[in-house]
């Protein structure tokens, strides 16, 4: 027979799971749309997804013909077709930021992020063709994904930590993008770089918010004595 006090703790654990679930039930909403298309992308044949991925891509020939379907649908879809890193970081970063923002704030910070950051890269990869420093057949680009709009909340979430350990954060933060960035400089590694500075332009959305910052020594302090 099962130990009643493992039973307790169990049901324990899952209604706190519950709990934190439902307080962000638009990220887990997104996740469970991003698990259907990701089954998708893993049966459909090639020439399918293919035609699916370049047909919701956020390239410069979508975004002058049809800007907001083009914008909408590349959210939709996950850059690689694997889900489960994107259950982590939508459950470390996103749900947080749901939580403490509200979905209205969360939504416009991550949409910023979005559209700023897809227009920033896709402009300078526009100059590049203009200037024949790029193939022009890259207007065709497939460009798709949720990172945008992750990397802007990311970057927004600096503002919910206690100084000193918020500046660590934004130093990790800035470090591994920008090394993506020196050692493949193109359209997608400009997107997230420049998606860190449009959510940390996002700061008056966030002194709204009462909540205090949160002190990671602390919280670890906290969960040792837990």
């Given at each position: 027979m099962a130990d009643p006090s493992i039973h307790a703790r169990l049901n324990g654990w899952s209604a706190a799971v519950w709990r934190f679930v439902r307080s962000a039930p638009l990220t887990y909403l997104w996740l469970t749309v991003l698990l259907i298309t990701t089954i998708i992308q893993r049966t459909a044949s090639r020439r399918h997804l293919h035609s699916l991925l370049v047909h919701d891509s956020t390239n410069i020939r979508h975004l002058l013909t049809d800007p907001l379907d083009a914008l909408f649908s590349s959210l939709l879809w996950i850059d690689g077709g694997y889900w489960s890193p994107y259950l982590l970081l939508f459950t470390l970063f996103l749900a947080p930021a749901e939580h403490w923002?509200?979905?209205?704030?969360?939504?416009?910070?991550?949409?910023?992020?979005?559209?700023?950051?897809?227009y920033i890269s896709e402009g300078l990869l526009y100059l590049e063709i203009q200037y024949h420093?790029?193939?022009?057949?890259?207007?065709h680009a497939t460009d798709i994904g949720v990172s945008y709009f992750m990397v802007g909340l990311i970057a927004v979430l600096a503002y919910r930590i206690a100084t000193p350990w918020?500046?660590?954060?934004?130093?990790?933060?800035?470090?591994?993008?920008?090394?993506?960035?020196?050692?493949?400089?193109?359209?997608?590694?400009?997107?997230?770089?420049?998606?860190?500075?449009?959510?940390?332009?996002?700061?008056p959305l966030t002194r709204v918010r009462n909540a205090p910052p949160v002190n990671p020594a602390k919280l670890l302090a906290a969960l040792r004595s837990g």
């Open positions: 923002l509200g979905k209205i704030r969360w939504l416009t910070v991550g949409l910023t992020a979005h559209i700023g950051a897809t420093q790029a193939p022009h057949k890259l207007v918020r500046w660590g954060y934004l130093a990790i933060l800035i470090l591994i993008f920008t090394v993506t960035l020196v050692i493949d400089a193109n359209f997608t590694a400009i997107g997230h770089f420049s998606a860190i500075f449009i959510g940390l332009l996002c700061y």
